[in-house]
């Protein structure tokens, strides 16, 4: 089955504990995102990758990394989490075409949600 | 600035039909997108445009108007398994993905 897997789900951890989300794809896509979700405000991107060792910063990457080493995973690494990145947090996947970024379809993952106390 | 505007929630009775907006400030354009997701799950595509007009896929049809930067989504024959947000999502000259906030939709019965 094409998917984009999260692990883990749900977190719950304290300030300046590290911490990584993996997020995995099976469909072969070379675009992938990482997004945070909070209340009234959407998505909001927060890196993402054109391939394999290509990322680059989205709208709100401070406190966060990632990396590309593979094309099928893309984990998102809290080096020293705060309470204000407690948030819903979904990982996205999509096929590349003509060099655009997010242009097709994106595949989401189930979500993961973060709580920083 | 760039911006999706859409209404916070709308309320709509099963087996109506809903529209929902969207207008966009964004610098450049290439595409607009329509997304659903149901209460604590991922988002799911829903439709995709790009040329002016409407687009209809089975209950939902989605339209775009370039010259006003305004978008909509149509669905028909309402269920109650439609309660969900629909999230708009514009593309701008750069090809990134600038997201409204999404409209939360209530279906009763």
């Known amino acids: 089955e094409a998917q984009v897997t999260q692990n883990p789900r749900y977190l719950i951890t304290v300030t300046g504990k590290k911490l990584t989300v993996t997020c995995s794809q099976n469909m072969n896509h070379e675009y992938m995102s990482w997004y945070r979700q909070d209340p009234g405000l959407g998505l909001r991107q927060i890196y993402y990758?054109?391939?394999?060792?290509?990322?680059d910063k989205g709208d709100v990457p401070e406190g966060y990394k990632v990396s590309r080493k593979e094309k099928r995973n893309f984990p998102l690494i809290l080096e020293s989490p705060s309470p204000n990145q407690t948030s819903l947090y979904f990982c996205?996947?999509?096929?590349?075409?003509?060099?655009?970024?997010?242009?097709?379809?994106?595949?989401f993952g189930p979500g993961t949600r973060l709580t920083v106390l | 600035g760039q911006n999706i505007d859409q209404p916070t929630e709308m309320t709509a009775t099963e087996g109506a039909i809903v529209q929902i907006n969207c207008t966009y400030q964004t610098s450049g354009f290439n595409g607009l997108f329509w997304y659903q997701q149901h209460a604590g799950e991922a988002p799911t595509f829903l439709s995709y445009?790009?040329l002016d007009g409407l687009e209809e896929k089975g209950r939902f049809s989605s339209f775009l108007s370039r010259s006003k930067g305004y978008s909509y989504l149509l669905l028909k024959e309402l269920q109650m398994k439609d309660s969900a947000s629909y999230l708009c999502?514009?593309?701008?000259?750069?090809?990134?993905?600038?997201w409204g906030a999404g409209t939360k939709l209530i279906i009763k019965p």
């Open positions: 999502a514009g593309i701008d000259s750069n090809y990134q993905l600038i």
């Open positions: 990758s054109m391939n394999v060792e290509v990322t």
């Open positions: 996205a996947s999509s096929c590349e075409t003509s060099g655009t970024k997010g242009y097709n379809e994106q595949f």
């Open positions: 445009n790009v």
